[in-house]
RNA sequence: GGCCCGUUCGUCUAGGGGUUAGGACAGGAGAUUUUCAUUCUUCAAACAGGGGUUCGAUUCCCCUACGGGCUACCA
């Protein structure tokens, strides 16, 4: 039978959520929805001391922002809640108690100081890999070795314990990844990796496998770095009499740092100017922030369709997908192998193409709010007009206010080097006949202006072209910008020809 | 160190036993826009190395190098 694709995210609430665990829980989302699925949100949060407060909210609220929804989990509940391994942590004892039961586990009540001398002694006698495995645990206090009144002794008073796996001495574990075939790992390789800890929590490995199964999991789709350990999440399904149900696997290569080694951590945003994450995140310990996607102005959509391609390719030319259009083309099979290194420059030109793909009328409601909290009030129809204007120059929304400031507040600085050598000869008398000119007509639309621009410079013995940038900078006091006479239009016949009177005053002062 | 995974332009990648090895970003040059941005044209840029297999390997196999991950009572 058919099993209902479930697919699910299953972050640590350690910290804010980087941009490669988003993309994680997109081609988990891509794969769900492509197969009519269901998309989980799980939160392991089995190791209390790494546990960091406002982190799960940060994820909610990230994804969300990311426009990747969850069919089930600690947000929205569902049919296996809770969702919350801490909330769960009765569950997962039976199952390990289940393993030394049928001789895959066993107790072990070695301490840490014993452990370290273990692991000490090993890498003097040059042993290449030093680990609790099928020779060394002859040697440590545990349910193998101790007699096993002893070991009921201990259990009845109360001793630390932890529950290990029993790895089997000489056997070939087979992982099938659906991105990189069959991966071979030998068990005598393997350490017996502890299951159950002191603490009364499951770690990763059982809680993991235990919830995968409980929750009808199909697909495990994650990161690189849980392929080294998929050999014992096999074995663990194997012993718990789960292999039927296994879900399949897919390893994702790892999101590389843009320039030298190793995988993009959290201190290469800001080393690099760059976002790393998608929210802006507050330490809560340090204080230190680390800045947001989407605090840096971009546009969700163009993260995410960023993030697709990093990694994923469709088999064709196109670059901009819609997230059902990514649901529509994604597969598995066309994930790469290889980590790839992230490119912020990529990444803006994405925003770009989504900012010229929204409309002005979109544009205008968010720039609006912008312009209310600095205290202006104008006319939905005036800052359209000036997104239509503007949009084409910036590849953020961001920048709108520092591109398009003086369409709102009069400009009171210039650049007085440009001016210095602009100003002089027939300028000066030709911009106070265009001020003059410029105020008598009634038509103010861009033809008009552009009409008498010509005009009045040739009245003046000027070419148009040599008087056009310091114009610009008097009504504007930018040397560069959307088209000069629209946008003269725009502002209007009486603000401009004050603006053109304030500069010249100003413009006279300093030649 | 050991184990596992990987390696096509600077970056993301397509391709696949015989190709002028394709695209995108970034970069260079030019044109348009009397500004900037846009747009257009154009240039430069890659199969890690060595052995096999083969009539022929960038493509398949092996080795080496390099890169990455893991090696906790962390996930």
Same mark, same amino acid.
């Given at each position: 039978?058919?099993?209902?694709?479930?697919?699910?995210?299953?972050?640590?609430?350690?910290?804010?959520?980087?941009?490669?665990?988003?993309?994680?829980?997109?081609?988990?989302?891509l794969?769900?929805?492509?197969?009519?699925?269901?998309?989980?949100?799980?939160?392991?949060?089995?190791?209390?001391?790494r546990?960091?407060?406002?982190?799960?909210?940060?994820?909610?609220?990230s994804?969300?922002?990311?426009?990747?929804?969850?069919d089930?989990?600690?947000?929205?509940?569902?049919?296996?809640?809770?969702?919350?391994?801490?909330?769960?942590?009765?569950?997962?004892?039976?199952?390990?108690l289940?393993?030394?039961e049928?001789g895959?586990?066993?107790?072990?009540?070695?301490?840490?100081?014993?452990?370290?001398?273990?692991?000490?002694?090993?890498?003097?006698?040059?042993?290449?890999?030093?680990?609790?495995?099928?020779?060394?645990?002859?040697?440590?206090?545990?349910?193998?070795?101790?007699?096993?009144?002893?070991?009921?002794?201990?259990?009845?008073?109360?001793?630390?314990?932890?529950?290990?796996?029993?790895?089997p001495?000489?056997?070939?574990?087979?992982?099938?990844?659906?991105?990189?075939?069959?991966?071979?790992?030998?068990?005598?390789?393997?350490?017996?990796?502890?299951?159950?800890?002191?603490?009364?929590?499951?770690?990763?490995?059982?809680?993991?496998?235990?919830?995968?199964?409980?929750?009808?999991?199909?697909?495990?789709?994650?990161?690189?770095?849980?392929?080294?350990?998929?050999?014992?999440?096999?074995?663990?399904?194997?012993?718990?009499?789960?292999?039927?149900?296994?879900?399949?696997?897919?390893?994702?290569?790892?999101?590389?740092?843009?320039?030298?080694?190793?995988?993009?951590?959290?201190?290469?945003?800001?080393?690099?100017?760059?976002?790393?994450?998608p929210?802006?995140?507050?330490?809560?310990?340090?204080?230190?922030?680390?800045?947001?996607?989407?605090?840096?102005?971009?546009?969700?959509?163009?993260?995410?369709?960023?993030?697709?391609?990093?990694?994923?390719?469709?088999?064709?030319?196109?670059?901009?997908?819609?997230?059902?259009?990514?649901?529509? !083309?994604? *597969? %598995? +099979?066309?994930?790469? &192998?290889?980590? $790839?290194?992230?490119?912020?420059?990529?990444?803006?030109?994405?925003? =770009?193409?989504?900012?010229?793909?929204?409309?002005?009328?979109?544009?205008?409601?968010?720039?609006?709010?912008?312009?209310?909290?600095?205290?202006?009030?104008?006319?939905?129809?005036?800052?359209?007009?000036?997104?239509?204007?503007?949009?084409?120059?910036?590849?953020?929304?961001?920048?709108?206010?520092?591109?398009?400031?003086?369409?709102?507040?009069?400009?009171?600085?210039?650049?007085?080097?440009?001016?210095?050598?602009?100003?002089?000869?027939?300028?000066?008398?030709?911009?106070?006949?265009?001020?003059?000119?410029?105020?008598?007509?009634?038509?103010?639309? !861009?033809? *008009? %202006? +552009?009409?008498?621009? &010509?005009?009045? $410079?040739?009245?003046?013995?000027?070419?148009?072209?040599?008087?056009? =940038?310091?114009?610009?900078?008097?009504?504007?006091?930018?040397?560069?910008?959307?088209?000069?006479?629209?946008?003269?239009s725009?502002?209007?016949?009486?603000?401009?020809?004050?603006?053109?009177?304030?500069?010249?005053?100003?413009?006279?002062?300093?030649?």
């Amino acid at each position: 039978m058919e099993r209902k694709v479930r697919v699910r995210f299953a972050p640590s609430p350690t910290g804010p959520l980087h941009m490669g665990g988003v993309r994680t829980a997109l081609y988990n989302y891509l794969f769900a929805k492509k197969h009519g699925g269901d998309m989980l949100l799980r939160i392991e949060d089995t190791d209390q001391t790494r546990y960091v407060l406002g982190a799960e909210n940060y994820i909610i609220e990230s994804l969300a922002w990311c426009g990747i929804t969850f069919d089930e989990g600690v947000h929205v509940g569902g049919p296996h809640a809770p969702y919350r391994q801490s909330e769960r942590k009765e569950m997962y004892k039976q199952y390990a108690l289940q393993l030394i039961e049928s001789g895959h586990a066993y107790y072990a009540f070695d301490s840490m100081e014993e452990l370290d001398a273990m692991r000490e002694n090993l890498k003097a006698a040059n042993v290449a890999s030093p680990q609790y495995n099928y020779i060394t645990r002859e040697g440590m206090k545990n349910s193998l070795t101790l007699p096993s009144d002893e070991v009921a002794r201990r259990l009845a008073a109360g001793d630390a314990y932890v529950i290990r796996m029993k790895i089997p001495r000489k056997e070939e574990v087979r992982v099938v990844d659906l991105i990189r075939g069959n991966v071979l790992v030998q068990t005598s390789q393997m350490d017996d990796k502890v299951l159950f800890k002191s603490d009364g929590m499951p770690t990763y490995h059982l809680a993991n496998v235990v919830d995968d199964y409980l929750m009808k999991i199909t697909h495990v789709i994650r990161g690189e770095e849980w392929l080294p350990s998929a050999p014992l999440h096999v074995l663990l399904y194997r012993y718990l009499g789960w292999e039927e149900v296994m879900p399949e696997f897919a390893h994702l290569p790892l999101l590389l740092k843009p320039d030298g080694n190793g995988k993009l951590s959290k201190r290469d945003g800001d080393r690099l100017g760059f976002p790393v994450f998608p929210l802006q995140w507050q330490d809560p310990f340090t204080e230190e922030i680390s800045s947001g996607y989407r605090e840096n102005g971009y546009i969700p959509a163009a993260f995410i369709n960023m993030l697709a391609l990093l990694g994923w390719n469709p088999g064709t030319p196109q670059e901009i997908f819609s997230m059902s259009e990514l649901i529509e !083309a994604f *597969s %598995i +099979e066309r994930i790469s &192998k290889s980590g $790839a290194k992230f490119d912020s420059a990529k990444t803006k030109w994405f925003n =770009q193409q989504y900012l010229r793909q929204t409309s002005s009328e979109d544009l205008a409601k968010i720039f609006a709010t912008e312009i209310q909290a600095k205290g202006f009030d104008y006319p939905i129809t005036y800052i359209q007009a000036v997104c239509e204007l503007v949009k084409e120059k910036a590849q953020f929304s961001n920048e709108f206010w520092s591109l398009a400031s003086y369409f709102f507040e009069e400009p009171n600085s210039f650049d007085m080097d440009l001016v210095r050598k602009k100003w002089k000869d027939a300028v000066p008398a030709f911009m106070a006949n265009l001020a003059a000119d410029l105020n008598s007509i009634d038509q103010f639309d !861009a033809l *008009s %202006i +552009e009409d008498l621009f &010509k005009v009045c $410079a040739e009245k003046n013995g000027i070419s148009a072209g040599a008087v056009m =940038q310091i114009f610009r900078i008097a009504i504007s006091g930018q040397a560069a910008g959307p088209a000069i006479f629209e946008l003269t239009s725009l502002i209007g016949k009486e603000r401009i020809v004050k603006r053109l009177n304030f500069a010249i005053n100003q413009f006279n002062t300093i030649a």
